[in-house]
């Protein structure tokens, strides 16, 4: 579980002006609450929260607040953080108080690595059907990413969350039965295959009466009445 430190000041206004006045020194507005406890406003080096977004990117970062004033570091998650839609400026960092005790939900990347040997020796198509799963467990107990090697997968295996389970003791709220990763037949391959229902109709045989009938409307004809 990634864990950085950060240090923050207390800030006393929200006004405009002087919010843009902090942006201009270098300087991140945000605001640090939850656990019931008051919202305090704060300001953060813009210099020094950068990084720490930086490694946030992709999985969940618990952030040691060091706030001026207080005695002890308030552990925290990176909530929200709002960027300029243009500039991609940092207008705007909140962060979340958390219990350490407390079981969280929270999403963990995957992250696959490896070449299939479906792919690189049958010309399959690896397909990626989730790029994250949910899982609940304690903040320190949050893994960074989970890492997949596909190398083995041949075409029409596939990774299901359920194997992922087996690797650690935290509570899974993504289905068990869901395939994370999987190697496909070839495109061209499988668009060529007749489906069961294709096959079953080549299979079928007319009744004759039909297939003179087609017979005759191929030749731009009528079917002949029989007399009798």
Do not use: W
């Not at 198509?125 to 890492?147: A, F, K, M, N, T």
């Amino acid at each position: 579980m990634k864990k950085v430190s950060l240090r923050v000041a207390a800030r006393e206004t929200e006004k405009k002006s002087e919010v843009k006045a902090l942006r201009r020194q270098g300087l991140v507005p945000g605001v640090l609450y939850g656990l019931d406890k008051s919202a305090k406003m704060v300001r953060i080096d813009l210099a020094e929260l950068r990084p720490a977004l930086q490694a946030s990117h992709g999985t969940t970062l618990l952030v040691d607040l060091d706030v001026e004033g207080e005695k002890d570091p308030v552990t925290t998650v990176i909530r929200e953080v709002q960027l300029h839609p243009v500039t991609r400026e940092i207008l705007h960092c909140d962060f979340l108080r958390v219990d350490m005790t407390r079981h969280y939900q929270v999403t963990v990347p995957v992250v696959i690595t490896g070449e299939a040997v479906g792919v690189k020796m049958e010309g399959g198509v690896l397909d990626v059907h989730l790029r994250e799963i949910d899982i609940r467990c304690l903040p320190g107990e949050i893994p960074e990413s989970y890492v997949l090697d596909v190398s083995n997968l041949e075409i029409g295996d596939s990774i299901m969350v359920e194997e992922i389970q087996k690797l650690g003791q935290e509570e899974f709220v993504t289905h068990s039965d869901v395939a994370v990763v999987s190697v496909a037949a070839p495109r061209k391959l499988a668009e060529a295959l007749p489906t069961e229902g294709e096959e079953e109709a080549e299979g079928e045989e007319k009744p004759e009466g039909e297939e003179e009938e087609a017979a005759s409307k191929e030749e731009g004809g009528k079917p002949e009445k029989k007399e009798g």
